[in-house]
């Protein structure tokens, strides 16, 4: 559940949107957001996070260190 | 007599068999089809662009590559560069626009979608915003502009939504080059980085391009000119573009200034000068039509080029208009620009054959203070920027454009801009305008260049070609001495952070 966009600074150019394999970014109030309970840290679909990879602004979609890290599924 | 079509740059090549839109005369020996598709396209015919406008609808936010002259995230309402834009749209909202736009600015021909990202990074935005304006207005033509890394993708999803033209910038050919342009690009879900990701890129677009050419899309190349990166080696660009089909390319000066927070502008990469851009442009032509009226517009820009109209129809404003379709009107009104633009090159041809029976090898350059519809019709102090002309026995050639910061503020005249406008223009020997004050005129007359007001309101070509054969006729009576101008100056670019 770990990935979070930081908010300030988003510049809501919505690349990491469509990229996400479990759906779980969308825009809220101008910025997007990630649904904590959906990210799966993009273990299984691909070898790096998608939203942090295309995320023109470095050190915008970081790991939400108040949450666990995402444990793939045996 | 020699026909006004057939100066220098605006032949066909004859190696390619490709010939010349970018320059001004108009239809010259173009394929009667090519000509038909880029008559009214303003980016592509530099003739157009005095009579047509074009609109950018910023749906696509998205990149895929980061460049180091671009930064998307600051935006000024006076600031007009790739990538700037006010308000992002979606796809709805964008067609509301484009019909309200259509309605007020009958000549608006052309629909582009230029980002601020890239348009094939948000592909369902940008064919969805496609599909919807063929839809309601489809007398409109489409075009979009993509760095082409996921064009080779889209190539048939282009063709399908029958978009006419397509910009593809191309800043090079050597991976190596690349890797100083582009940090980074977002590429099979992967972020490649250095000269593995400026190979990616070069190979894409490449690619790209020999598959629209192909496929009969006409391609426009752009490239940023960075000095002391890739400026020598545009040439190869230009030729790598040229044999893979491109159109038209346009070299556009790097715009670089710290306050943009681009990486190149904060590590203090300079951008060209006039006559560094000019000269590279010089040294590509004949290869392959060049373009020089860029005005390197925002991806939400509105009108004709050079007068930006985008702040008059914000989402609020266009939400509030009663938008509705009239293609009548429209084609009544583009009906009368066509007349206007017949009688315009006959009134430039009518002059040209009076001087073309005099040989001289004279040319001078000259600059124009325009508002568009290829009349001579801006005040001296209200013009934000000058066409320059190059005037010579084989008619008036349009070289380029110097932007300038108006003279006259509030009504009143200032002294330090004058001196700047001056020092902008000193390479032309007169400058053209519908009106100008005492002050300013006496200015110029001290500085060498002769303000010409007798000729406000007629057709630029006519206009200068007439003033031309006058001048001709005083150098050889001895009235006056011909002396070749100094070097122009730099580019705003470099104004812009001295000030």
Known sequence: MPFKIIASQCTSCSACEPLCPNVAISEKGGNFVIEAAKCSECVGHFDEPQCAAACPVDNTCVVDRALPRYQAPV | MQS?????????????????????????????????????????????????????????????IQCNYCNRKYDCANESRPGVV????????????????????????????????????????TFKTLALVTEAAPDIKLCLSTNGLALPDYVDTIVRAKVDHVTITINMVDPEIGAKIYPWIFFNHKRYTGIEAARILTNRQLQGLEMLSERGILCKINSVMIPNINDDHLVEVNKAVTSRGAFLHNIMPLISVPEHGTAFGLNGQRGPTAQELKTLQDACEGKINMMRHCRQCRADAVGLLGEDRSAEFTNDQVMKMDVHYDLEMRKAYQKRVENERVSKVAAGQKELAGVSGEMSAITVLVAVATKGSGLI??????????????????????????????YCQAGYGEEDRLSVIMRDIRDCHAVFVAKIGGCPKSGLIKAGIEPVDQFAYEYIEKSTIAWFRAYVGKVKRGEIQHVQRGVPPRWPGDRISAA
């Not at chain 2, 909202?93 to 000549?107: D, E, H, L, M």
């Not at chain 2, 013009?383 to 300038?404: C, D, H, I, N, P």
């Open chain 2, 4 to 64: 006004i079509t057939e100066h220098k740059g605006c032949r066909a090549s004859a190696k390619t068999g490709r010939a010349s839109c970018g320059s001004q005369a108009g239809r010259g020996d173009l394929p009667v089809e090519i000509w038909e598709r880029v008559k009214n396209h303003p980016c592509y015919s530099e003739d157009a662009h005095h009579h047509y406008a074009r609109m950018h609808v910023a749906v696509a936010p998205a990149c895929n």
């Open chain 2, 86 to 125: 006010s308000e992002k749209l979606t796809p709805e909202q964008a067609v509301r626009k484009v019909i309200a736009v259509a309605t007020t600015i009958p000549q608006m021909t052309v629909l582009g979608i230029a980002g601020p990202g890239d348009a094939l990074a948000n592909p369902a935005k």
């Open chain 2, 377 to 406: 019709n801006e005040h001296f102090g209200h013009a934000k920027e000058f066409q320059l002309y190059e005037l010579s026995t084989s008619g008036a050639k349009f070289v380029g454009l110097r932007r300038v910061e108006g």
